[in-house]
């Protein structure tokens, strides 16, 4: 990832916060008022899945690849 | 225009049957005439046609046009003229038959108008479907094939089983939708189709056959058996409440399974469970609005999925490798492969002007509207993975990440053709949704482009892809296997095995003794008699013709069990059909 990069999506990020703040909200849920709610989603979402995955795959479901070869 | 009233199914299970006829080197083209006559056809169904044939004191209806199975019906000859371009360069007589079947199978519960030609269609792509699992020829396919076969002929009982209790209930064939919790025929009903739509633990089946499958079988699979089954399911069971959590836990299900597959298009199968989640939910919550979006989501889905199965098939077939751990680094060398696949990617995570932000969103609204918080919340986390995973994990490690030093072969023209018309249909729906909206079943209020609506999946997809970033290397994949509910299956089968194998040897034990014990009586019993002519006789019996013919016997057995599976399962299968039909229509003759 290069610097623009970055930049282009923080950018883009500012974009719709800014529009969050002074546009008035109209969809029926409650989390669409607070502003930034789906960054914060976005982010926690994403990290959840993958650790929470990653630990059920460690605790039960990951198994060697020849687990079913003398099943 | 002129309307023909026939059944679509006939096309295709024509050309199935005319197949074998016609030269190799034109078949693949020929295959494409029945999805385009079905196609044609469809178009020119109106609402409330009927074709019906009595048939025993039944009203057997192989057509009836509503206004939901319609875009069904549309979708699905729309995909096999897809698939059948992507499937031009193959020769493959077995595959292109079992194809055929299988979207006649498709087409005819789409437009099945009672229980028993429904029934019919169920089965007949179960058996079809199988063929394209068996015709990869590997080891693992047959066994996987047999698993998948046996799975779905458990749930065409259940369906079947269902639909005698509610024609004994009701004295009518009829399909008719279910109130919630309904009667035992309803819940058994549901249980079958359940088998179908893979909803947890009936799933193993999907997500251990699709990635088995060959590269062209799993196109038409990822498309047609579970969205028939999600079509069935809105038409019977719309707001069942259950459905709300079987969906979104599906949507979450897939998604923590697909972060640990290694197999590209076991990633991708899982999320066919993940986003038929969606579908499930909007059935659950039965709305007008709810029902609506499970139709436009079934009709993205199957696109931008089909073009994701495409896209990973092509690696498969260039490079022969379909594991993360052995692949990567491709992207110089299938840059348009990459784009392609990349267009299916940014419409299954709902990107603004591809088609899952004008399907999805509807399902995710209408659950927000009937102030269901928490399956709204989830089924945004549940989006969040679908992006994560076939937007990032699988293109990142396999065109990116570390060089596989992999060199692919040239990927045949029709691939690219084919994929090409898949990603521009997910931008056109994306970009203009009204032809698709203007189709469905009720009057569609919901206007997906809105302001808050772009900021949401802005914000959503732009900060999974930062998460995404800074712990892409724990997404790398892994050598492992990620155990699902075919473990149990599998062991199912073992006990099976166990309990049944002491048993019958044990009487075949006896047997053995008692017929040892006979022929030494007999023989006894023979040189007792001194007569010649007597004493022959018995002997030619006793000790040649009896003996030669269980010999022979168990002979033919030996050599069925040890041969090849395939054959045996196929004329099981045929045999198993047959079987049922017999007892359906012997039932029915009883109840009437």
Request: net charge neutral.
């Amino acid at each position: 990832m290069k610097t623009w990069h970055w930049a282009t999506l923080l950018g883009l990020t500012l974009i719709t916060v800014v529009i969050q703040l002074l546009v008035p909200y109209t969809k029926p849920s409650w989390w669409d008022k607070i502003p930034t709610f789906y960054v914060v989603y976005g982010f926690i979402g994403c990290t959840l899945i993958i650790f929470v995955s990653k630990w059920l795959g460690k605790l039960m479901i990951q198994k060697d690849e020849k687990f079913y070869d003398n099943f | 225009m002129i309307t023909f009233n026939i059944p679509p199914f006939l096309f295709f299970l024509l050309g199935g049957l005319l197949l074998p006829l016609i030269p190799q080197r034109l078949r693949a083209g020929i295959f494409l005439i029945p999805p385009l006559l079905s196609l044609w056809i469809i178009f020119g169904l109106e609402q409330g046609t009927r074709v019906a044939v009595d048939f025993m004191h039944f009203e057997l209806i192989f057509l009836q046009v509503t206004n939901l199975n319609w875009i069904f019906g549309i979708i699905f000859s729309l995909i096999s003229v897809i698939a059948g371009i992507y499937a031009l360069h193959m020769d493959d007589l077995r595959q292109q038959v079992a194809a055929s079947f299988y979207a006649a199978g498709a087409l005819c519960v789409t437009f099945a108008g009672d229980f028993l030609v429904l029934f019919l269609g169920w089965e007949l792509m179960a058996v079809a479907s199988t063929f394209l699992i068996w015709a990869r020829g590997t080891t693992e396919a047959v066994a996987t094939g047999m698993r998948y076969f046996l799975f779905h002929i458990f749930g065409g009982v259940l369906l079947l089983g269902g639909v005698l209790l509610h024609v004994a209930d009701t004295g009518s064939l009829e399909l008719t939708s279910f109130a919630s919790g309904e009667s035992l025929a309803a819940w058994l009903i549901l249980a079958g189709v359940a088998v179908n739509v893979a909803i947890p633990p009936l799933h193993a089946w999907l997500s251990e056959s699709y990635p088995t499958a060959t590269v062209t079988g799993a196109v038409f699979m990822s498309a047609l058996t579970t969205k028939s089954a999600v079509y069935v399911l809105a038409s019977l069971f719309a707001g069942w409440q259950i459905l709300i959590f079987m969906g979104v836990l599906m949507a979450l299900y897939g998604v923590v399974y697909a972060v640990l597959a290694n197999d590209i298009r076991g990633i991708l199968a899982y999320h066919i469970i993940s986003q038929v989640g969606y579908m499930v939910a909007g059935v659950g919550i039965g709305t007008e609005m709810s029902i609506n979006g499970t139709t436009a989501h079934a009709f993205s889905h199957i696109l931008y999925k089909a073009l994701l199965f495409m896209g990973a098939g092509v690696v498969l077939y260039t490079t022969g490798k379909s594991k993360l751990t052995e692949l990567g680094g491709l992207y110089s060398k299938q840059k348009l492969v990459f784009w392609l696949y990349m267009i299916g990617a940014f419409s299954i995570s709902g990107f603004p002007f591809f088609n899952g932000f004008i399907s999805k969103s509807i399902i995710v609204a209408s659950a927000g509207y009937e102030a269901m918080d928490v399956a709204a919340l989830l089924l945004i986390l549940a989006s969040i993975g679908t992006f994560l995973h076939t937007g990032l994990k699988l293109p990142y490690w396999t065109w990116f990440g570390q060089d596989s030093d992999l060199t692919p072969t040239k990927t045949p023209t029709n691939m690219i053709w084919a994929m090409g018309i898949t990603a521009f249909l997910c931008t056109f729906f994306g970009v203009y949704p009204w032809l698709l909206y203007d189709k469905l079943p009720y009057p569609q209020l919901y206007n997906p482009f809105q302001l808050y609506h772009f900021i949401e999946m802005t914000q959503l997809l732009i900060f999974t892809y930062i998460a995404f970033w800074v712990f892409r290397k724990k997404l790398a994949g892994e050598p492992y296997i990620a155990v699902d509910f075919e473990f149990f299956y599998r062991l199912a089968a073992k006990g099976v095995i166990i309990i049944a194998y002491k048993p019958v040897a044990l009487v075949d034990n006896w047997l053995g003794n008692i017929y040892a014990g006979f022929t030494r009586s007999m023989k006894g019993l023979a040189t007792f008699f001194i007569f010649n002519k007597c004493e022959g006789a018995l002997d030619k019996t006793v000790h040649y013709l009896l003996p030669k013919t269980i010999v022979q016997g168990g002979n033919s057995l030996l050599k069925i069990i040890r041969g090849d599976a395939r054959d045996l399962t196929s004329a099981m299968s045929y045999i198993l059909i047959l079987t049922i039909l017999l007892i359906f229509v012997s039932l029915l003759r009883m109840i009437t």
